[in-house]
Nanobody, 114 residues
Framework: QVHLVESGGGLVQPGGSLRLSCVAP????????MAWYRQAPGKEREFVAG??????KLDDSVRGRFTHSRDKAAKTSYLQMNSLKPEDAAIYYC?????????WGQGTQVTVSS
């Protein structure tokens, strides 16, 4: 079992920034895909950003504000979130596809409030 470790969530004012990180511990390869999802209270979990091979994708709701990057050698996925809005508040989950199986992080809370 692989337990992804997330960090970087917290409380930020509207317009602020946060950077989320997600690390796959141990000697685990290959990682073929990385993604970020979020789930707000009472809502379904939704895709935010992801990468597969050389392709990167962002949901329309965050395009221009969020950036997804990765360091595959370090087995780390990042989500840089700028110009945060109250509607971005949610629990953010990372997901990685490792040896054909999907693994999820424990989630990190992002709160956007003045």
């Amino acid at each position: 079992q692989v337990h992804l470790v997330e960090s970087g969530g917290g409380l930020v004012q509207p317009g602020g920034s946060l950077r989320l990180s997600c690390v796959a511990p141990g000697n685990i390869y290959p990682i073929s895909a990385m993604a970020w999802y979020r789930q707000a209270p009472g809502k379904e979990r939704e895709f935010v950003a992801g990468s597969y091979g050389g392709a990167f994708k962002l949901d329309d709701s965050v395009r221009g504000r969020f950036t997804h990057s990765r360091d595959k050698a370090a087995k780390t996925s990042y989500l840089q979130m700028n110009s945060l809005k109250p509607e971005d508040a949610a629990i953010y989950y990372c997901r990685m596809t490792i040896r054909g199986r999907e693994y999820w992080g424990q989630g990190t809370q992002v709160t956007v409030s003045s």
